[in-house]
């Protein structure tokens, strides 16, 4: 491990990681477990039973105030307006080529308020930008110092949400219930990175030990980010810093869903108005290598016809399909499910196939 | 974690078995700790002159990719075939069936300059 120049910052379920056996790395500037018994084996829990992430380095914002529907609505690509309270979406904040600054959850947690939950390595930027972009009767607050998360995953997390909560999760995801827990406030979500059943749990440090030492007394397996990555590909949603970036619009991601062109205004509409009717240069794809190939990783090449085209963006050998699979923004001309592509890995060019989204579901 | 008493080490967490002017060569209980669940191996083709401390082969992690060092130079005269259908086979069993490859020594006193197994387990330690 290679020391960094600026020290990590520590979750507050740091001891508990170290004790448990994890193996730390640094992560946006952040020291967190990569794993604990292995990626595959965690991967698996998650798939087939229940496992627990820690997410407390992800950022916490809280959004208040008569025009914070209103206000939100001209950041962030979503239809905020469109929420009632108790529901969430995943919306983009763009700056003004229409360039993808972070991807985040909204949750409207009351009339005329919001949680935003943001990435780990985006809060200071996403903070400034927001704090320059004030306006109307707006209060906004970065409260990532003072909230931990955990986020519990698997077809048996709803029956560990019942034994440790005493709460029946509601099964359509977006969700967040206000709820208690051992006389502290939290935040159960039905969001997830995973592509599986299961809630996110957002509370004050302070409580953050007891509920992930509960929720893995009821058996969920602690699982690290080298789980979260597989299991984030397997299911193509995007990483911000690799798959998406500054001078990448949501629309060449294939996120175009989580964008209302319909409003009026928000920041980077025009930008993207403009790109629609010009068409786009390439297209987000995910890929599947067809036989027995290396892991794939980010910033591989990627050639068709023999000509290189682009990078992997992300990269990895997907544990539940067991073949190499990757993402990367190809050409329009070539995006087309079927189209034959090839990866090099040292020197070597191997075969693969652009696949719809997502590569993982429990059918296949 | 591991040390067999009959192998010797490089600091680079490969051991080598001397049998005669051919040995085995292979990464360490450590090594294979350390690397995590192995899920790929790109061992050196037989033929493929080694050179000692210079990288031989790959092996890859799900996080990952590893450079192997050659212990010792000389000529590469197999490479395990099995790790191919199971390159878990280097966590479960580093110092037996997860052997990586077989080689000619072209120069014996190259021994002298790798680990003794008290040495090794030293600087894991």
Known sequence: MTPSDTPSQRSPLHDVHVSA??????????????????ILDEHRAVREAVGIFDISHMGEFFVRGKDATRWLDGLLTNQISKLLPGEA????????????IDDLIAYKTAEDAYLLIVNASKIDEDAAWMNVHLAGDVEFEDNSAAFAAVAVQGPDAPALCKQVFGFELPTERNRVIASRWNDTDVWLVTTGYTGEVGFECVVATAHAASIWDACVSAGAKPCGLGARDTLRLEMCYPLNGSDLAPDRTPLEAGLGFFVDLTKSEFIGKTALDAQKATGLNSRLMALAVTEKSPPI????????????????????????????????????????IGQCVEIEVRGKKYPAVIKKKPLYSRAT | MNVPEDLKYADSHEWIR???DTATVG???HAQAELTDIVFVEPPKPGTLAE????????????????????????VIEANAALDADPALLNTDPFGDGWLFKIRLSDATELDALMSPESYRAQIS
């Open chain 1, 21 to 38: 056996g994890a193996r730390m790395v640094d992560f946006a500037g952040w020291e967190m477990p990569v794993q604990y018994t292995g």
């Open chain 1, 89 to 100: 979406q995943y919306t983009l904040m763009l700056n003004e080529q229409g360039g993808v």
């Open chain 1, 297 to 336: 990783r980010s910033h591989y090449p990627v050639f068709i016809d023999g000509v290189a085209v682009s990078e992997t963006s992300s990269g990895a050998l997907s544990p539940s399909l067991g073949i190499g699979i990757a993402m990367a923004y190809i050409p329009t001309t070539h995006a087309k």
């Open chain 2, 18 to 20: 001397v049998e005669g």
């Open chain 2, 27 to 29: 990464i360490t209980d």
């Open chain 2, 52 to 75: 000692a401390t210079k990288t031989i082969a790959v092996v890859e992690s799900v996080k990952a990719a590893s450079d192997i060092y050659s212990p010792v130079s000389g000529e």
